[in-house]
């Protein structure tokens, strides 16, 4: 069985791999390593939704096999946020699917949308399940390069005029991981104009719609776009907004012909998720908007702590306006380096983890993902190994 696997041989080898080995290494040394690597919530999922968990499974009826789709109640929550959160209204059976965590959701998508030589508009850098998905799937990736000195609309205009065939789908991501963009309503309906006008299938991306910092400016939903429902789908997560990552709980929204296809799929592989999971995610989505409110100020606290003491150590970061993430230039004097390069310096020297750019698109590869996924104290830690990093290899540029 000497053959190559078509499909594995279209995949690189996974960048935060290496990482990843290198901090496993460095703490089998018994080095600590302040880990702003993966955007792994360290936050205990709230105490409602652990009891509503606990306490469902003690019946054993929800042992069983579970509903693919999502059981009623937990499609039926998903639609009301919507409906408070963004005035969207959303039918529960046939437009509303759970998924098991955004990423799955996304990937069955290009499963079922996907004809092999299938042209898909992503943006680079991006989240790697948003080119990769539809890379297994078997489809022809065009990339936007996504900057913030390039325009969106001209950028995608040259795409979709050179893309033969022409392409079947855009994916957006607003916040954007790792850049954490944001965009308002306008965007949208420029948005839904141009993919109406060019038959084009829409994927949003909104697992951050909860991580926000300017509280007079909440992420928009594209579904709050006339129209939109007729050319768009959008993905959510509860890992951050409720800190439930390990639940591997989202969910798939809007057009119906789309959310469809999603669901046939699903039926062949999957039963959904865990029956106790998906009651204890409905109590989540019903949850007073303070145990939302809590978790954002965490967030936002830990940013305004990063930003600060990054900054009096020698490297200034963007604050960002929203997701988890700050999305941060390599630093003099090591901007003849590449992400990787620096990632694994400032982990060798620094005892510092963050995330290669070069893991979410070739345009990334200037910058770190930082995640904010330790305390305030261990960043402050952070701020001091930094300083100490930078100051030796400023005086070393210097000799």
Known sequence: MENE???????????FESVNKLKAEARAKGKDIIDFGMGNPDLPT??????????????PRTHRYSASKGIPGLRKAQANYYERRFGVKLNPDTEVIATLGSKEGFANMAQAITDPGDVILVPNPTYPIHAFGFIISGA??????NETDTDFFEVLDQAVVHSHPKPKALVLNYPGNPTAQVVDLDFYKEVVAYAKKHDIILLSDLAYAEIYFDDDNPPPSILQIEGAKDVAVEFTSLSKTFSMPGWRMGFAVGNERLIGALTRIK?????????????????ALDSPEEVIHDI????????????????????????????????AKIPEPFTHMK??????????????????????????????????VENEQRI???????????????AAAKK
């Open 5 to 15: 696997f078509h499909r594995i041989q279209r995949l690189p080898p996974y960048v």
């Open 380 to 394: 402050r830690q952070a701020g001091r190994n930094l300083k100490r990093f930078m100051d030796t290899h400023k």
């Open 46 to 59: 709230p105490t409602h939704i652990v009891e509503k968990l606990v306490e469902t499974v003690r019946n």
């Open 140 to 145: 022809t990736i065009r990339h936007l390069p």
């Open 267 to 283: 039926s062949y592989l999957d039963y959904g998720a865990f029956t106790p999971i998906q009651v204890a995610a409905a109590a």
């Open 339 to 372: 992400s990787l390069e620096f990632s694994t310096l400032l982990l060798q020297e620094a005892d510092i983890a963050v995330s290669p750019g070069i893991g979410f698109g070739e345009y990334g590869d200037d910058y770190v993902r930082i995640a904010l």
């Open 296 to 327: 954002r100020q965490v967030y936002k606290e830990r940013r305004d702590v990063l930003v600060d003491v990054f900054h009096r150590s020698g490297w200034d970061v963007p604050a960002p306006q929203a997701t988890m993430f700050a999305w």
